[in-house]
């Protein structure tokens, strides 16, 4: 059931209230004043306060600015009821922390209580619907991750861009997950923090070459016998001949191997 307050000074108003909202299942109590309604909200948890604006001791303005400055209040909803219908006075009680404003004028008794419940009706339509999306934004985030959980994962070492952007392109659309490193550092230090099933890198890159990457992979357990591919630009013999060394079969000239022929070596090593 929920529990309300009304918070008004005059006294048959508020019994006419709270018999109105009685016989709406709510469970109603009355305050006369700011203060008492401060005194009250600290002795048992409340729903909602209907709270009038103009009153003696402590008026509306007030009392809200009392009940939000308390952090365990923060889910108590305030609604107010009363006849200041002037906008700069709405807006400033809204500032406040108010959560509704009703011209009391404008509502019989009747009228009153069918607007309060659907005030309450259509905030908790909002907190199903903010709970809903919040479920399947979740949802969707762990299907994402389940799903690159199964993937093959590419590590792709490439300073050039273009270079990243189209092989990475094709390997993507064969399902294949791709993550890009554009420094052999980085290449390196992605290699061996994380678990992939090939690794495709460059030959010439600034601050570690691809043959010092080859090197401390092979070095690593963990990456030891993970396939590698070479890519390079152009390659002398010298070189060719350290890689191969360290037993990479698989070279290719960049500029000369398509999208599409990449890919079907990568299927060819792992597999999809």
């Known amino acids: 059931m929920t529990k309300m307050i009304i918070v008004e000074d005059d006294s048959m108003i508020s019994e006419i209230y709270q018999k109105k909202f009685s016989e709406a299942g709510y469970d109603v109590a009355i305050a006369n004043n700011g203060e008492q309604v401060l005194g009250m909200i600290k002795k048992e948890p409340v729903d909602i306060i209907l709270l009038d604006l103009m009153m003696p001791k402590m008026d509306g303005f007030e009392t809200t600015k009392a009940i939000r400055k308390n952090p365990a209040n923060k889910n108590l909803k305030i609604l107010i009821v009363s006849n200041l219908s002037q906008k700069e006075q709405q807006d400033e009680v809204m500032k406040l922390g108010a959560d509704g ?25 909002e907190i199903k619907n903010e709970a809903r999306i919040n479920s399947e934004n979740q949802t969707s985030q762990e299907n994402k991750e389940n799903e690159i959980k199964n993937q093959k994962k590419v590590l792709l070492i490439e300073d050039e861009d273009v270079f990243i952007e189209m092989f990475g392109k094709k390997l993507k659309q064969e399902g294949y997950y791709v993550e890009s490193a554009n420094s052999g550092e980085v290449g390196l230090e992605k290699a061996l923090q994380k678990k992939f099933d090939i690794f495709i890198l460059d030959v010439m890159m600034p601050v570690m070459t691809g043959e010092e990457i080859i090197e401390n992979l092979k070095l690593n357990e963990k990456t030891k016998n ?20 360290e037993g990479i079969k698989d070279i290719f000239i960049k500029t000369k191997i398509i999208p599409s022929e990449l890919a079907k070596k990568v299927i060819d090593l792992i597999g999809k």
Request: glycine share 0%; proline share 4%.
């Open 101 to 125: 404003f009703i011209v009391k004028a404008n509502y019989s008794p009747s009228q009153l209580v069918k607007e309060v419940s659907r005030l309450i009706d259509q905030e908790k339509e």
């Open 226 to 245: 993970v396939p590698i591919i070479i890519l390079a630009s152009s390659l002398d013999d010298e070189i060719e001949e350290k890689i191969r060394a």
